[in-house]
Structures are given as C-alpha cells and as structure tokens.
T-cell receptor, first 114, second 112 residues
Framework: DPKIIQKPKYLVAVTGSEKILICEQY?????MYWYRQSAKKPLEFMFS???????DNQTASSRFQPQSSKKNHLDLQITALKPDDSATYFC?????????????FGSGTRLLVI | QQKVQQSPESLIVPEGGMASLNCTFS?????YFWWYRQHSGEGPKALM?????GDKKEGRFTAHLNKASLHVSLHIKDSQPSDSALYFC????????????FGQGTKLSIKP
C-alpha cells in the first residue's frame, strides 16, 4: 500500500485556472514537504511544514499556497496557472523536520498547463 | 547559494559491471548527504545516506564522502537491469530543517 498518496496522478489545466494538489501520508510523520520537478531541472524545494506549521518557503510566487487541514495532509493550491507551472509536483514527509531526516516521497502529480 | 552538480549526465554499464556516480557541492557547511533513485513514473526513493567522511557500504552500494574535496560518490557493484534509473545526490545544510538541495541527476542504464 502506498504510504504517501498524491491525487490526482495527472492533471491538465487551462492557463489562468486554479487547481489543488492533494497529499496524504500514512507514515505517522510530523514533517511534510512539497518539491517540484521540471524538465531539465533538478528537484526544487518549495515548502516545508512541521506539526502543521510552515517552516520554510522557497517559492517566489504567492500563487502557490500550501494548506494543512490535518496533521497528515499537506495540499498545494496553485492559482492563476501559467504554462511554466507545468511540472511534476512531489509531496514528501519525514519523521521530524531535522537536517538529517530521511524523506519518503509520493509518486507525484504531473501537471500540464495549456 | 549551494550548488550541487552531478556527473556524468548519463552512464551505460554492462550487467554485472560497476557503476560510479559523482556529485560535487559548493558549500563547505554541507552536513548530510543522500543518494536517491527514481524509476520512470515514480517518486524518488532514498538509497542511502552518508554523514561522515569515508566509505559506507550497504549491500551492492557504496557511498564515499570527502567533505574537504566537496565530493560524494556512489558506486554500484554487480549492476542489475533493475538498477536502470535516474540517480540524484541530495545535500542538507544542517540548519535548514529538512530542506534538501538536489543535483540534476545521472541517468544510469544497465545493458543486459
């Protein structure tokens, strides 16, 4: 059974629209993260949450808003979508938000903005 | 700004051979290092971590860290077709609460 569930697996969106990417983890972890993987670029850190509180935000744009309704949920709302937002978005978690924590990644949501 | 560079970009190794992947980082304050593997259509999966200078062996995988040279490597012995994947080096600074900086990846293909 997958320990981190990301939904949907694939998403096609129109420029200017808004989408929410869902992430739930069943590992009992206290820290959750979002990363983005674009073509020809390394995995990029976006956000980290610990005990449902934002710890770090490396996303320049306010169009990206994480939402944590429960301890094991960290959704990502993206507004005013642009073609440049096309990427695979990975959710991850770790036991604690420590510098030496082992991550578990989900299988990703592949977003295409047309 | 931490930079993590991996080489080579792609690598073809015969089945049963040794694969050697390299990673250099720019910040001497880097503390913790991981190797991740990503198969097509999946998320990255942690292979192994290394925190101290020297070698760390886990089965067919050996990681080597030299902080003074700003270098970490991964060696895969007796390569199998299932080892074909994208391999990432990831670095943590030690003070930034879980943020990992990833290299751009090495695509490893094992030829039967």
């Amino acid at each position: 059974d997958p320990k981190i569930i990301q939904k949907p697996k694939y998403l096609v969106a129109v420029t200017g629209s808004e989408k929410i990417l869902i992430c739930e983890q069943y590992l009992g972890h206290n820290a959750m993260y979002w990363y983005r993987q674009s073509a020809k670029k390394p995995l990029e850190f976006m956000f980290s949450y610990s005990y449902q509180k934002l710890m770090d935000n490396q996303t320049a744009s306010s169009r990206f808003q994480p939402q944590s309704s429960k301890k094991n949920h960290l959704d990502l709302q993206i507004t005013a979508l642009k073609p440049d937002d096309s990427a695979t978005y990975f959710c991850a978690s770790s036991q604690e938000a420590g510098a030496n924590s082992d991550y578990t990644f989900g299988s990703g949501t592949r977003l295409l903005v047309i | 700004q931490q930079k993590v560079q991996q080489s080579p970009e792609s690598l073809i190794v015969p089945e049963g051979g040794m694969a050697s992947l390299n990673c250099t980082f720019s910040d001497r304050n880097s503390q913790y290092f991981w190797w991740y593997r990503q198969h097509s259509g999946e998320g990255p999966k942690a292979l192994m971590s290394i925190f101290s200078n020297g070698d760390k062996k886990e089965g067919r995988f050996t990681a080597h860290l030299n902080k003074a040279s700003l270098h970490v490597s991964l060696h895969i012995k007796d390569s199998q077709p299932s080892d074909s994947a994208l391999y990432f080096c990831a670095v943590s600074m030690g003070y930034n609460q879980g943020k990992l900086i990833f290299g751009q990846g090495t695509k490893l293909s094992i030829k039967p």
